[in-house]
């Protein structure tokens, strides 16, 4: 298993910037993919960005496909989410997981067994 710690949330205006972390250890980094997901009060978990293993292939949700980027080093145990052009609407607790290794991307929450504590992300108009 891997422990995934994110960090880099934080409170920004609305047109910012911002870039998570997701720092892993234990297990082996580079044989999983791994997705950001994003939670609100009251509402289920939403896909925002995956990663295949070897980085080659990458998937996001529509509302963030242009503004977002997820990226990994796999030397360095981290994943990354590039958010710019940040909305209020991306206000959330941002969270890392890890799934199982594949050549193609998945989105499903349930896909993803080991999950980081999260960081919150607040987004003022």
């Known amino acids: 298993q891997v422990h995934l710690v994110e960090s880099g949330g934080g409170l920004v205006q609305s047109g910012d910037s911002l870039r998570l972390s997701c720092a892993a250890s234990?297990?082996?980094?580079?044989?999983?993919?791994m997705g950001w997901f994003r939670q609100t009060p009251g509402k289920e978990r939403q896909f925002v960005a995956t990663?295949?293993?070897?980085?080659?292939?990458?998937g996001y949700a529509d509302s963030v496909r242009g503004r977002f980027t997820i990226s990994r080093d796999n030397a360095k145990k981290t994943v990354y989410l590039q958010m710019n052009n940040l909305k209020p609407e991306d206000t959330a607790v941002y969270y890392c997981?890890?799934?199982?290794?594949?050549?193609?991307?998945?989105?499903?929450?349930?896909?993803?067994?080991?999950w980081g504590q999260g960081t919150q992300v607040t987004v003022s108009s």
């Open positions: 234990g297990g082996m980094f580079k044989w999983y993919n």
């Open positions: 990663i295949v293993a070897n980085g080659d292939r990458t």
């Open positions: 997981a890890a799934g199982p290794y594949s050549d193609t991307v998945y989105s499903g929450s349930d896909e993803y067994p080991q």
